[in-house]
């Protein structure tokens, strides 16, 4: 059974920054692509970074992508993101995913595209 469980976050300084590492247990990971969406309070989840499942290709948000890192170890079967530069605009709940889809569509920013999810971690950022 595939299993996603979440470390990091917490209160951060505005201008600081952020890891947030999610490992995978269970088969297949070097098989999946993996994903981080973050979510705020009453709105849908919404996709922040995606990583192929193994030539490291990455994709992200244009809110994100000049001060965020998502990486993965297929051998630890971790993904990590990292993101520098935290803002106001950064607080939510952050959670990350694995897609519904061996082999394909690791890009996809729907969450339907994702049947795996972390508990999520909250990230707050204090002036």
């Known amino acids: 059974q595939v299993q996603l469980v979440q470390s990091g976050g917490g209160l951060v300084q505005a201008g600081g920054s952020l890891r947030l590492t999610c490992a995978h247990s269970g088969p297949s990971f070097g098989h999946y692509g993996m994903a981080w969406f973050r979510q705020v309070e009453r709105k849908e989840r919404e996709f922040v970074a995606g990583?192929?499942?193994?030539?490291?290709?990455?994709k992200y948000a244009d809110s994100v992508k000049d001060r965020s890192t998502i990486s993965r170890d297929n051998a630890k079967n971790t993904v990590t993101r990292q993101m520098n530069y935290l803002t106001p605009d950064d607080p939510a709940f952050y959670f990350c995913?694995?897609?519904?889809?061996?082999?394909?569509?690791?890009?996809?920013?729907?969450?339907?595209?994702?049947?795996?999810w972390g508990q999520g971690t909250q990230a707050t950022v204090t002036s």
């Open positions: 990583i192929k499942w193994d030539d490291g290709a990455t």
């Open positions: 995913a694995r897609a519904r889809h061996v082999l394909s569509r690791w890009n996809s920013t729907g969450s339907a595209s994702y049947n795996y």
